[in-house]
């Protein structure tokens, strides 16, 4: 079910905190509902990834560790739970909303996807990635029925989209020669083709997210919110540091929790823009 990997989750709550309600208990419960069935598919879908790629996990260095790959969790109680969860999971986010059912729905969709096809496909694998990002973000602002920037959704996909490339840098970097034996798709890419792309992002990043600051209709327009690109850059910074001169990226949810320095850059970056946002416009 990989709990560690629920941090992920988290951008269900960018709608409430960028439409201006994080104060308001109703916005908040409905957004914290919102986690909680994302967590609860999102653990059903890593289920089922980890019930097809168990032989392939047996072979990585570290995947090998999962409950599945290492035998700790049997194959039938998996199916089991992945079933009580999609079971209960889906009729309830219906009923909580039905809007926001039709974007879990879709995500579990998009995971089928990306399981089965997608992720064999080059540059749609992580563009899947990334559209499961973007979904999170969507299904946070219908679930609590306001409008969410699109700005901020471009953000999300780039963001996404960043990790994601990061992520295939270090596989190729830690199972050098025998990457493509864990994942086929992994022969499509280089280094150099991952550093140029990732090389794009980026910059797409940078721009996007400083045209946010000052353009969004939901964003003090004494451009405030401009103070805080100083911290999206150190931060973006800091995970190219990580991922080229310490070869890490492989499990990215991870690497915001441990790495100090990009840890309290995240939460200045926060603090700072629910400080402008909610007490300078």
């Known amino acids: 079910m990989r709990p560690k990997q ?57 995947k090998c560790k999962r409950p599945l790959a290492s035998g700790r969790l049997k194959p039938p109680y998996a199916v089991i739970m992945l079933f009580l969860l999609l079971g209960i999971t889906l009729p309830a986010s219906f009923l909580l909303q039905p809007i926001f ?91 150099e083709l991952v550093q140029e792309m990732i090389s794009v992002v980026t910059s797409a990043v940078v721009v996007t997210y400083s045209l946010y600051t000052i353009t969004a209709e939901n964003v003090p327009k004494n451009y405030m919110m401009a103070l805080t690109i100083p911290f999206v850059l150190y931060g973006i910074f800091r995970y190219l540091y990580l991922v080229y001169r310490k070869d890490e990226g492989g499990s990215p949810e991870e690497l915001l929790l441990k790495d100090l320095p990009l840890l309290v850059d995240i939460l200045l970056w926060g603090g700072s823009s629910v400080i402008i946002l909610y007490f300078f416009r």
């Open 6 to 62: 629920w941090a992920k989750n988290a951008i269900v709550y960018a709608g409430v905190v960028f439409a201006g309600h994080l104060s308001e208990f109703r916005y908040l419960a409905y957004a914290t509902l919102g986690f909680i069935f994302f967590c609860a598919v999102s653990s059903a879908v890593y289920l089922l990834n980890d019930l097809v790629d168990i032989e392939k996990d047996r072979k990585h260095p570290r």
């Open 101 to 191: 059912g039709l974007v879990i729905l879709g995500y579990f969709i998009l995971q089928l996807g990306y399981t089965f096809y997608l992720k064999n496909i080059v540059i749609l694998d992580v563009f899947a990635i990334a559209t499961g990002f973007v979904l999170r973000a969507v299904a946070g602002a219908v679930v609590i029925e306001v409008k969410i920037s699109p700005w901020l959704l471009v953000c999300t996909m780039l963001l996404a989209l960043f990790q994601a490339l990061s992520k295939r840098r270090h596989e190729l970097v830690l199972l050098a020669d025998e990457a493509t034996d864990h994942r086929k798709i992994l022969k499509e890419y280089s280094n």
